[in-house]
């Protein structure tokens, strides 16, 4: 059984700094591209960042470009989110995704990905 779990989310200051992590097992995602989205509360799930297999292709929101990092480490079949400068509206629910498509091509709407984390929190305060 396929699962991915997200860690590292908390209550942190705005201009403060978090590292998500979201850790695969049941399969391996090694070949595939991964994403992240959140979830604020009343408001549809948005793309925040993707990665391609390689770690060498990514993709971010406009609103979290030059704030946000994600990478990937293969041999541990996770993948990051390092968050920085972090403002109260990336308040939400950030969850991780598996396309299981062998592609380059780094989607950014949620029903092109296959499989879902259970969402860790983020909370910034002013």
């Known amino acids: 059984q396929v699962h991915l779990v997200e860690s590292g989310g908390g209550l942190v200051q705005a201009g403060g700094s978090l590292r998500l992590s979201c850790a695969a097992s049941g399969r391996t995602f090694s070949g595939n591209p991964m994403g992240w989205f959140r979830q604020a509360p009343g408001k549809e799930r948005e793309f925040v960042a993707a990665i391609s297999w390689s770690g060498r292709l990514t993709s971010y929101a406009d609103s979290v470009k030059g704030r946000f990092t994600i990478s990937r480490d293969n041999a541990k079949n996770t993948v990051y989110l390092q968050m920085n400068s972090l403002k109260p509206e990336d308040t939400a629910v950030y969850y991780c995704?598996?396309?299981?498509?062998?592609?380059?091509?780094?989607?950014?709407?949620?029903?092109?990905?296959?499989?879902w984390g259970q969402g860790t929190q983020v909370t910034v305060r002013p």
């Open positions: 995704a598996a396309d299981v498509q062998i592609t380059v091509v780094l989607r950014t709407v949620a029903s092109e990905y296959d499989y």
